[in-house]
């Protein structure tokens, strides 16, 4: 199948081939002509399976065709795209002007922590497509920099993520403002509870997918874990690191604090790294985050939420230092890694303390995951076999 007889047309099929983009994915087969014939849609599906295109690429297709007679008005925008973090901002809008080269569209991502001067002079002409974190767009729709009234379609890109993160009253008060008639398309990992009765006040009438897990799009990930004592956690890192000649790895830990300590623990042992945290600028972050795309940075240390959004077209390795406390986001943890059917590899390093994590996380999954022991590093405190949906009845 290929993206034009999706109903896509040269413009953006041509942008796609400049890209390397060969055949659509399983979720943009299925999204592409929901989304083309105006219908509402809710879909399930994690990142890395092309999820951005499969609506970013029919939004542009419906833009153009209503483009012809319409000019847009000052502090106006068609469509709003509505995610979690600055990062995944940055990266969506970063999606938008690639598969947008040949069209004639304005784009922006608009996010917090950051002077809003000069987001707010861009809005003075309107912008076709605007991606934004919640807070910072209720914050200029207030200051009345923006209108809503000819928005024709809305985005909620990772819901879930936004409801962990407790957007919730943001939103709700954002679509408020929305004109009634309107498309609303809603992305999330996972359809929660939470995030049904989202969709049940967002969206009407939607057409429902999922990207199941034996499809085609599912990358192609390696996960394994080593059982390690708390205390050795940080020699075994940097032991895999020289034994296994990792040339990429980005590491989740859960602290900031943490993060500033395993990367002097691990520049003791000769392996230069970075972190990004929630207590770095956005300067600083974005600046780390394209030395690690390029490759100037191997190894990065990340909190949860400052990973959020990365995208790198072949990220090799993705490694949970600390396990996730849900189980959620350690689906969405090592969707960083073999991402468009590139191979990845998913490490984490599990101590006795976290035996209630990793059994959330294996019932999630819906199999156990592959464990090894480290010679160097024999485990004195062993983590419990695992059985898979057993729930341990205390912290261990
Ligand atoms: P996403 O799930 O939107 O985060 O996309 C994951 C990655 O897949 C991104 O790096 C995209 O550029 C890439 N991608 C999306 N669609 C395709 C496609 N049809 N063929 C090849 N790569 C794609």
């Given at each position: 199948m290929s993206f034009s007889s999706l109903g896509l047309s040269k413009p953006i099929t041509s942008a796609l081939t400049d890209l390397g983009y060969s055949a659509p994915t399983a979720i943009q087969k299925q999204a592409i002509p929901v989304v083309l014939s105006g219908k509402d849609l809710i879909a399930a599906a994690q990142t890395g399976t092309g999820k951005t295109a499969s609506f970013v690429l029919p939004l542009l297709e419906r833009l153009g065709r209503l483009n012809d007679d319409h000019t847009l008005r000052g502090k106006r925008i068609r469509a709003l795209i509505l995610t979690p973090t600055r990062e995944l901002a940055v990266q969506v809008e970063a999606s938008i002007a690639k598969y947008s080269k040949n069209l004639k569209f304005t784009s922006m991502a608009m996010y917090g922590g950051v002077d809003s001067a000069p987001q707010k002079q861009a809005l003075i002409w309107g912008i076709d497509i605007l991606v934004a974190t919640p807070g910072r767009l209720l914050d200029m729709a207030h200051q009345r920099a923006l209108h809503f009234d000819e928005l024709k379609t809305l985005v909620l890109d990772e819901a879930d993520r936004m409801l962990d993160m407790g957007f919730i009253d943001d939103i709700n008060k954002i679509i408020e403002r929305l004109p009634k008639q309107r498309q609303n398309l809603l992305f999330s990992a996972t359809i929660s509870s939470d995030v049904r009765a989202l969709a049940r006040r967002t969206i009407n009438d939607a057409k429902e997918i999922s990207i199941s897990d034996n499809n085609l799009s599912k990358p192609k990930i390696d996960q394994w874990l080593a059982t390690v004592d708390k205390s050795n956690k940080s020699a075994l890192l940097s032991h895999l690191i020289k034994e296994q000649q990792w040339q990429q790895a980005l590491i989740f830990i859960e602290t900031k604090h943490g993060a500033a300590k395993l990367v002097s623990q691990l520049e003791k042992r000769g392996i230069k790294a970075e972190s990004i945290h929630g207590g770095r600028t956005q300067a600083i972050r974005e600046q780390i985050l394209s030395d690690f795309k390029s490759g100037k940075i191997t190894i990065l240390v990340s909190t949860g939420i400052a990973a959020?959004?990365?995208?790198?077209?072949?990220?090799?390795r993705v490694v949970n230092y600390d396990l996730p406390a849900q189980a959620d986001e350690y689906i969405h943890r090592i969707g960083r890694t073999g991402r468009a059917g590139a191979r990845g590899e998913a490490v984490s390093l599990v101590s006795k303390d976290n035996f209630r994590e990793l059994c959330a996380i294996e019932s999630r999954l819906g199999h156990i995951i592959v464990r090894k022991e480290f010679e160097d590093f024999p485990v004195k405190k062993a983590v419990p076999i695992s059985i898979l949906n057993y729930v341990p009845k205390r912290k261990q």
């Open positions: 959020r959004g990365i995208d790198i077209g072949e990220l090799a």
